[in-house]
Nanobody, 119 residues
Framework: QVQLVESGGGLVQPGGSLRLSCAAS????????MGWYRQAPGKQRELVAT???????NYRDSVKGRFTISRDNAKNTVYLQMNSLNFEDTAVYYC?????????????WGQGTQVTVSA
């Protein structure tokens, strides 16, 4: 059974930083991409960033230059370094993993971790 467990969320002031971690346990296909989605109150879930097993990254425009996704394949762990946070980044952040079939197609999901940006 595959489990994804996120950590690192919390409350931060505008302009601050947080680092999210996601540890995958169980048998997970090592060629899977991993990524982060987020969902803000009253909004649809949106893709934030992805990283392939080979380290190729992709970001939504609003986080480019501020967020960095990375992964440690030996530890089955993916990270999201978030800098220069603003109010619009407030959301529940979900870690996921899955194949890229034309587009990233998550198969496994974590429970989510809350990120709140507030003065």
């Amino acid at each position: 059974q595959v489990q994804l467990v996120e950590s690192g969320g919390g409350l931060v002031q505008p302009g601050g930083s947080l680092r999210l971690s996601c540890a995958a346990s169980g048998i997970i296909n090592r060629i899977y991409a991993m990524g982060w989605y987020r969902q803000a109150p009253g909004k649809q879930r949106e893709l934030v960033a992805t990283i392939t097993s080979g380290g190729i990254t992709n970001y939504r425009d609003s986080v480019k230059g501020r967020f960095t996704i990375s992964r440690d394949n030996a530890k089955n762990t993916v990270y999201l370094q978030m800098n220069s946070l603003n109010f619009e980044d407030t959301a529940v952040y979900y870690c996921n993993a899955g194949p890229i079939i034309a587009v990233y197609t998550p198969v496994y999901w974590g429970q989510g971790t809350q990120v709140t940006v507030s003065a």
